[in-house]
């Protein structure tokens, strides 16, 4: 029988999916190794603190303890703190900072949740047992956790070296012209928006096994992490170690999010256990730590503005952000509100002029990092917030408002105010499919139907861009071996997505070869090159860059296939596996080739860099319903139209759609992670921090648009792991407002909690917290 081979568009079964489901997973909490020790993180009770006193000598006797270690021992070992690389400023021109950011504090807590010291130990028991009982005297210091005080100048100080607690600060474009443009404006929209504070929750917490080669010093980390290459070199600055005396790597990952983008204290405490007690050191996060010291995300206050003419057409926007770093600075906390949020911040309007100006805040919270978006929710939401606001008061449809400021197909490519160039999508088609979708005109019955059992009915519309792709440039190396493995060197990062599958699907169809002959291989700093998986660059970098990885496969098969048949290279032609002297019957399996070659095999390595990122785009409309005697919010209906370009597995596009929808319904409706004002964590559980179920949600009607194919890759593919989770929050957002906006309700921030929302319908009023 012929093998089945996949194509491109092919709705293909996960091939992963066999594997996580039989309980085969590879993920660091299974593995062992023989002698390990097990770290324990003490950490900060305290939300902002001196450090008087740590009495190591209390515990070093007790049962299982081998070593207690102290912010002072990296010191004294020359362990750098984690680097910030980014090229921001502060306001007066200086690079942005903050106190450096160590594995061990220094001194001086922070927040809640830092650690302070660690200790190893023969069992995970024995390592908490004796953390718990560590002295560690402390001189409480004020705390400052609200974004708004926190950024005022007589506010408790973060940082020694700064005279506030502006940590990095950034403007964009023309804050005179737009100043002009609001002055001819007819009509001035002005919002006070809260993007609330999140903590990702992947199903799989944090962990970290670090393997020591006693003899050499040579160090493997078995770690979960979304760039393996990204890891390794932070560890090796920290460590100061040359590139060959470390190895990352990366197995299964029970989701990333972008939470495992970040470079955490515990990846750095980890190895040095292992190098200071020279055998492997093992650490897994509880639940509680993943909440109290993994990277929180969003956080930001957006007094946005919109000027209209008469007609409702944009004249400018003009935007003043708070955004929280948390206590510390890190490369995400700059990039997504400096770096990423302007990017997008005028969606898929035609918007003349913009200003923003945004102030990155310290506070005695975590730090933040990356979130699914990452930038993107940042800046669509306040955007289409002001639409929706801007249409009611000036008395015109959200569809109408819309229409008229969208970027037409006959400008693109389009450039945008920040320099960056959209260069395919149809975004009128694009919302007029979703409004027939979602029959906006049969909305009238649906909010009666609602209204006759007591209930509010909202509806709610908003349009998103995406800018994806991080770094543009990947790395692949494809091997044929003479066993009949065809392997695939990359260095993205499975976590969930489908990586497996769509990169043999297209190995399948370029090389005529059956899908189970392909092997996939990431995560491993000895065997891969690349940048990892974040920003949605997976497929339409990595896949683009397999695609040219291939042609120069091919060529080199073709080149050893010519001198093993003797032929002309022009002569040969590869066709279903095998390469050919065309016009013949002679010819050489792929795998008979690579079994005549040294060492049995063949590969090629090829490194690429794209011209350009995709930029997805859609429409997302949202129904609600609200019990105006609890206050409950109910999404009752949510369906998208989404401009994937070519989607290769249109079965995996939707279930990341529909899995960034679900985020993003959990932001609106449920998710806050919340401090007190001194710094204590009061949503430390999810007995607090309340996570979206499968029942709270409807079935999502979602379709893609597939007319407008990205034309800066060779698969005309656009990034699709995070457009979900953009364009749901405004639109369940603007449906909760709608809503309310019959009870004399003006303003709505998330989360839509049942007693927020039953005060505003008791007060019919703002509630901007």
């Given at each position: 029988?012929?093998?089945?081979?996949?194509?491109?568009?092919?709705?293909?079964?996960?091939?992963?999916?066999?594997?996580?489901?039989?309980?085969?997973?590879?993920?660091?909490?299974?593995?062992?190794?023989?002698?390990?020790?097990?770290?324990?993180?003490?950490?900060?009770?305290?939300?902002?603190?001196?450090?008087?006193?740590?009495?190591?000598?209390?515990?070093?006797?007790?049962?299982?303890?081998?070593?207690?270690?102290?912010?002072?021992?990296l010191?004294?070992?020359?362990?750098?703190?984690?680097?910030?690389?980014?090229?921001?400023?502060?306001?007066?021109?200086?690079?942005?900072?903050?106190?450096?950011?160590?594995?061990?504090?220094?001194?001086?807590?922070?927040?809640?949740?830092?650690?302070?010291?660690?200790?190893?130990?023969?069992?995970?028991?024995?390592?908490?047992?004796?953390?718990?009982?560590?002295?560690?005297?402390?001189?409480?210091?004020?705390?400052?956790?609200?974004?708004?005080?926190?950024?005022?100048?007589?506010?408790?100080?973060?940082?020694?070296?700064?005279?506030?607690?502006?940590?990095?600060a950034?403007?964009?474009?023309?804050?005179?012209?737009?100043?002009?443009?609001?002055?001819?404006?007819?009509?001035?929209?002005?919002?006070?928006?809260?993007?609330?504070?999140?903590v990702?929750?992947?199903?799989?917490?944090?962990?970290?096994?670090?393997?020591?080669?006693?003899?050499?010093?040579?160090?493997?980390?078995?770690?979960?992490?979304?760039?393996?290459?990204?890891?390794?070199?932070?560890?090796?600055?920290?460590?100061?170690?040359?590139?060959?005396?470390?190895?990352?790597?990366?197995?299964?990952?029970?989701?990333?999010f972008?939470?495992k983008?970040?470079?955490?204290?515990?990846?750095?405490?980890?190895?040095?256990?292992?190098?200071?007690?020279?055998?492997?050191?093992?650490?897994?996060?509880?639940?509680t730590?993943?909440?109290?010291?993994?990277?929180?995300?969003?956080d930001?206050?957006?007094?946005?503005?919109?000027?209209?003419?008469?007609?409702?057409r944009?004249?400018?926007?003009?935007?003043?952000?708070?955004?929280?770093?948390?206590?510390?600075?890190?490369?995400?906390?700059?990039?997504?509100?400096?770096?990423?949020?302007?990017?997008?911040?005028?969606?898929?309007?035609?918007?003349p002029?913009?200003?923003?100006d945004?102030?990155c805040?310290?506070?005695?919270?975590?730090?933040?990092?990356?979130?699914r978006?990452?930038?993107?929710?940042?800046?669509?939401?306040?955007m289409?917030?002001?639409?929706?606001?801007?249409?009611?008061?000036?008395?015109?449809?959200?569809?109408?408002?819309?229409?008229?400021?969208?970027?037409?197909?006959?400008?693109?490519?389009?450039?945008?105010?920040?320099?960056?160039?959209?260069?395919?999508?149809?975004?009128?088609?694009?919302?007029?499919?979703?409004?027939?979708?979602?029959?906006?005109?049969?909305?009238g019955?649906?909010?009666?139907?609602?209204?006759?059992?007591?209930?509010?009915?909202?509806?709610?519309?908003?349009?998103?861009?995406?800018?994806?792709?991080?770094?543009?440039?990947?790395?692949?190396?494809?091997?044929?071996?003479?066993?009949?493995?065809?392997?695939?060197?990359?260095?993205?990062?499975?976590?969930?997505?489908?990586?497996?599958?769509?990169?043999?699907?297209?190995?399948?169809?370029?090389?005529?070869?059956?899908?189970h002959?392909?092997?996939?291989?990431?995560?491993?700093?000895?065997?891969?090159?690349?940048?990892?998986?974040?920003g949605s660059?997976?497929?339409?970098?990595?896949?683009?860059?397999?695609?040219?990885?291939?042609?120069?496969?091919?060529?080199?098969?073709?080149?050893?296939?010519?001198?093993?048949?003797?032929?002309?290279?022009?002569?040969?032609?590869?066709?279903?596996?095998?390469?050919?002297?065309?016009?013949?019957?002679?010819?050489?399996?792929?795998?008979?080739?690579a079994?005549?070659?040294?060492?049995?095999?063949?590969?090629?390595?090829?490194?690429?860099?794209?011209?350009?990122?995709?930029?997805?785009?859609?429409?997302?409309?949202?129904?609600?319903?609200?019990?105006?005697?609890?206050?409950s919010?109910?999404?009752?209906?949510?369906?998208?139209v989404?401009?994937?370009?070519?989607?290769?597995?249109?079965?995996?596009v939707?279930?990341?759609?529909?899995?960034?929808?679900?985020?993003?319904?959990g932001?609106?409706?449920?998710?806050?992670?919340?401090?007190?004002?001194e710094?204590?964590?009061?949503?430390?559980?999810?007995?607090?921090y309340?996570?979206?179920?499968?029942?709270?949600?409807?079935?999502?009607?979602?379709?893609?648009?597939?007319?407008?194919?990205?034309?800066?890759?060779?698969?005309?593919?656009?990034?699709?792991?995070?457009?979900?989770?953009?364009?749901?929050?405004?639109?369940?957002?603007?449906?909760?407002?709608?809503?309310?906006?019959?009870?004399?309700?003006?303003?709505?921030?998330?989360?839509?909690?049942?007693?927020?929302?039953?005060?505003?319908?008791?007060?019919?009023?703002?509630?901007?917290?």
């Amino acid at each position: 029988m012929k093998p089945v081979l996949a194509k491109r568009g092919q709705a293909v079964q996960r091939v992963e999916d066999q594997r996580l489901l039989r309980g085969q997973g590879r993920f660091v909490d299974n593995l062992n190794i023989s002698g390990q020790a097990y770290l324990y993180v003490v950490r900060s009770y305290l939300g902002h603190a001196k450090i008087q006193r740590i009495n190591t000598e209390s515990i070093s006797q007790m049962s299982g303890v081998l070593a207690v270690f102290i912010g002072e021992d990296l010191i004294r070992d020359g362990i750098l703190p984690i680097p910030v690389t980014l090229p921001y400023k502060r306001p007066g021109g200086e690079p942005a900072l903050s106190d450096p950011y160590h594995a061990l504090a220094q001194g001086m807590v922070r927040f809640v949740g830092q650690p302070v010291a660690v200790v190893v130990a023969e069992s995970k028991a024995e390592g908490l047992e004796a953390g718990e009982c560590l002295e560690i005297e402390y001189e409480e210091i004020p705390a400052v956790t609200d974004l708004q005080k926190a950024a005022v100048p007589e506010a408790p100080r973060l940082c020694d070296a700064l005279p506030d607690n502006i940590a990095a600060a950034h403007t964009e474009g023309d804050a005179e012209k737009v100043e002009q443009a609001f002055a001819q404006a007819a009509h001035v929209t002005r919002m006070d928006l809260v993007n609330t504070r999140l903590v990702g929750s992947p199903l799989e917490p944090r962990g970290l096994l670090c393997d020591i080669e006693q003899k050499t010093g040579m160090l493997t980390l078995h770690a979960m992490h979304q760039s393996a290459t990204r890891l390794h070199g932070v560890l090796c600055t920290v460590f100061q170690l040359e590139s060959q005396q470390l190895r990352i790597v990366v197995r299964d990952i029970g989701g990333g999010f972008g939470t495992k983008v970040a470079i955490h204290p515990e990846d750095v405490l980890v190895v040095y256990a292992a190098k200071k007690m020279n055998r492997p050191v093992k650490w897994t996060a509880t639940r509680t730590e993943e909440f109290l010291a993994s990277i929180h995300s969003r956080d930001l206050r957006n007094f946005a503005e919109l000027a209209c003419d008469s007609e409702g057409r944009i004249l400018a926007l003009r935007m003043r952000t708070l955004a929280n770093t948390g206590a510390y600075l890190n490369n995400p906390a700059l990039f997504i509100p400096l770096g990423l949020m302007p990017k997008v911040i005028t969606s898929v309007y035609n918007i003349p002029v913009m200003y923003l100006d945004t102030n990155c805040v310290l506070t005695n919270t975590a730090p933040i990092g990356a979130y699914r978006g990452a930038g993107r929710p940042e800046g669509i939401y306040p955007m289409e917030r002001l639409m929706d606001m801007a249409a009611r008061e000036m008395g015109m449809d959200p569809i109408t408002i819309r229409e008229r400021n969208l970027i037409r197909t006959e400008s693109l490519p389009y450039r945008t105010l920040v320099g960056d160039v959209i260069d395919s999508g149809d975004f009128q088609d694009v919302m007029k499919r979703a409004v027939k979708q979602m029959d906006w005109d049969g909305f009238g019955v649906r909010r009666s139907e609602s209204e006759s059992r007591g209930l509010l009915r909202g509806r709610g519309l908003a349009c998103y861009i995406e800018w994806t792709g991080g770094d543009l440039a990947e790395t692949v190396r494809i091997e044929a071996e003479a066993d009949g493995t065809l392997s695939l060197y990359s260095g993205t990062q499975g976590m969930g997505q489908g990586l497996e599958t769509v990169f043999s699907q297209l190995l399948s169809e370029q090389l005529e070869i059956p899908m189970h002959a392909i092997k996939i291989v990431q995560g491993d700093t000895d065997q891969v090159k690349g940048l990892g998986s974040f920003g949605s660059r997976s497929l339409f970098v990595g896949g683009s860059v397999l695609l040219e990885g291939v042609k120069d496969f091919l060529q080199k098969g073709k080149e050893l296939a010519a001198k093993e048949l003797e032929a002309a290279i022009v002569d040969m032609r590869y066709h279903s596996g095998r390469f050919e002297v065309i016009g013949t019957s002679i010819g050489i399996g792929l795998f008979d080739l690579a079994a005549r070659q040294a060492e049995n095999r063949f590969s090629t390595e090829t490194e690429k860099e794209l011209e350009g990122r995709s930029w997805p785009n859609g429409c997302h409309i949202a129904e609600v319903e609200i019990d105006p005697e609890t206050g409950s919010v109910r999404l009752v209906r949510h369906g998208t139209v989404d401009d994937t370009g070519n989607p290769i597995n249109p079965l995996i596009v939707e279930g990341q759609l529909h899995g960034g929808i679900a985020q993003g319904a959990g932001q609106v409706l449920l998710e806050h992670s919340v401090y007190d004002s001194e710094g204590q964590l009061l949503t430390g559980s999810f007995m607090d921090y309340a996570m979206p179920r499968a029942d709270d949600f409807p079935f999502f009607e979602s379709s893609t648009y597939t007319d407008a194919p990205c034309l800066t890759n060779s698969l005309g593919a656009k990034g699709v792991g995070e457009i979900g989770v953009v364009g749901s929050i405004p639109a369940i957002a603007n449906a909760i407002l709608d809503a309310l906006w019959d009870r004399g309700v003006r303003n709505f921030n998330m989360p839509a909690h049942p007693q927020k929302i039953w005060n505003l319908l008791q007060n019919g009023k703002n509630v901007t917290d």
